[in-house]
């Protein structure tokens, strides 16, 4: 079975877990299925709004996409969930992200 098709498998075996949801979108991307990468990363915010790491690989895939506003939108919202959980460090890197992002 390829990592996609697995990556699947263990989201329809466990719905209500983010994990899969990110490995796949990770996976999508790291094989240059930019557009599917994408769509994945936006249905994980979507329903797994307080997953904090989704939100910097999905901004960087966005801005790598040329989509800067979408890009923003995503870096502020995980700076937002970030503070909500107390992840500083994650705070940190969305905000640098955000910053990049604004100077470029």
Request: hydrophobic share 40%; no cysteine; charged share 35%.
């Amino acid at each position: 079975m390829d990592r996609i098709a697995a990556f699947r498998s263990f989201i329809e075996r466990s719905p209500r877990d983010p994990f899969p949801r990110y490995g796949l979108a990770m996976e999508l991307k790291g094989q240059g299925k930019l557009a599917e990468a994408s769509q994945a990363f936006s249905e994980l915010v979507t329903e797994f709004p307080s997953y904090v790491p989704a939100y910097l690989m999905a901004g960087k895939l966005e801005e790598s996409l040329g989509k800067r506003e979408r890009a923003a939108e995503l870096f502020r919202r995980g700076v937002t969930e970030a503070q909500a959980k107390g992840d500083l460090h994650a705070k940190k890197e969305l905000e640098a992200a955000l910053d990049d992002l604004e100077m470029a």
